[in-house]
Each structure stands twice: as C-alpha cells, then as structure tokens.
T-cell receptor
Framework: AQTVTQSQPEMSVQEAETVTLSCTYD???????LFWYKQPPSRQMILVIR??????QNATENRFSVNFQKAAKSFSLKISDSQLGDAAMYFC???????????????FGKGTHLIIQP | DAGVTQSPTHLIKTRGQQVTLRCSPK?????VSWYQQALGQGPQFIFQ???????QRGNFPDRFSGHQFPNYSSELNVNALLLGDSALYLC?????????????FGPGTRLTVT
C-alpha cells in the first residue's frame, strides 16, 4: 500500500514571500500521479497542481510549482508571491494509474496548515 | 454548470442508527468516489462507483455501503453508527476510472454521531 507523509503540520509565511511545503511518499509502482490539493475553511477540496511520474519536467501553474524527485520519492510544492487567499490546508495526494479494474482512490497525507501573515 | 453537490450539509445521528448521504456528480462525469475525513486528518478513500457497480474499495468495514443510480448520482450508507464515524464525508466525481482523470470534490457532509 502507498503512503504519503507531510512532515509540516503548520507553516507560516509573510504575504508576497515564497514558501515550500514538503511531501514524501512510498510506493513500489513506477507509474502514478501526484497532486497537491487546497482545502480552505469552506471545506471544498480544490486541485492546485498535478504531476505525472513519467514526466521529468516539474509541473507549474502560475505561482505554484513543484519539485518532483522520483528517486527520492519527494514532491514539494512552492508557492511564490504568497497571497492572503492562499491560506488553507494543503494536502499532498497519490494515485495509481489505471489498472484495468480502475485506479484506486487518492491516498492523502495529513496536510499542512498554511498561514499567510499580512 | 453545477459542480459536485452533496446533501445534507450537516447531520447529527445517534450511535447505532443508520445514515444515508447523497452526491450528484459534475455534469458529464460518470464515476463517483467517496472519502471520509476525520478532524485534523487527510481524506481516506472509502469506495468508487462506475456503471452502478462498486469498482474499488478502501479499508472500510462493510457497514459502509453505497449505490450509484442510472443518472450517475450516488448514495453512501453507513449502518450501526459508531462515535468514530463522526467525520466530514466528501464525494468526488470524475469522467472515468483512469487515474489520470481529475477528481472534482463536493463541499462535503459533516456527520456527527452522539
């Protein structure tokens, strides 16, 4: 079974600065997907960014980028120019590729609470 | 275009009772997954429905059961409720079973068992 570990229960950053959230995972599979989800107090889980394991290039979405190290099984999220609206719980998640019977559900870490200081 | 909707928003039940939660997927989506999120934890996968059948299941007892209807909406049923079943229950939909498809989440149902 896959596991996802987020070692930072809480992180704080000044508005407009850069912050990096850490995530490590354990798997014996070679093909899979990794995700970062954001969950604001409204509870709705929102996809921030995704990475396919077979792609060497790190994914980027505007102010959000990842550092994917497949051999180290590390998948960190960098948020540049932090904004007050970025305050939320951030979850790292893993998902297998389609395996015939259907891909498994997402496996989530415990989350990192991101605080933005004005 | 409505996203994923869930009902009810909040629910309070007594230990031993049964509960049914409902989910309507995003338009064009035919696959529904259910997750349980205990307070302070990440969501845990319960099961996934496609073509009205349970396709994948996480590590949950068979007190947790579900159903998918021909219009792709889904229900999650929990029997013999325990205090530990208190959690936020999230529904997610996607346009298919493949792992590459993004899962769109609903706002969740907050279940409190007393």
């Amino acid at each position: 079974a896959q596991t996802v570990t987020q070692s930072q229960p809480e992180m704080s950053v000044q508005e407009a600065e850069t912050v990096t959230l850490s995530c490590t995972y354990d798997t014996s599979e070679s093909d899979y997907y990794l995700f970062w989800y954001k969950q604001p107090p409204s509870r709705q889980m929102i996809l921030v960014i995704r990475q396919e394991a077979y792609k060497q290039q790190n994914a980027t979405e505007n102010r959000f980028s990842v550092n994917f190290q497949k051999a180290a099984k590390s998948f960190s999220l960098k948020i540049s120019d932090s904004q007050l609206g970025d305050a939320a719980m951030y979850f790292c998640a893993y998902r297998s590729m389609y395996s015939g019977g259907g891909a498994d559900g997402l496996t989530f870490g415990k989350g990192t609470h991101l605080i933005i200081q004005p | 275009d409505a996203g994923v909707t869930q009902s009810p928003t909040h629910l309070i039940k007594t230990r031993g009772q049964q509960v049914t939660l409902r989910c309507s997927p995003k338009s064009g989506h035919d696959t529904v997954s259910w997750y349980q999120q205990a307070l302070g934890q990440g969501p845990q996968f319960i099961f996934q429905y496609y073509e009205e059948e349970e396709r994948q299941r996480g590590n949950f007892p068979d007190r947790f059961s579900g159903h998918q209807f021909p219009n792709y909406s889904s229900e999650l049923n929990v029997n013999a409720l325990l205090l530990g079943d208190s959690a936020l229950y999230l529904c997610a939909s996607s346009p298919g079973l493949a792992g590459s498809y993004e899962q769109y989440f609903g706002p969740g149902t907050r279940l409190t068992v007393t």
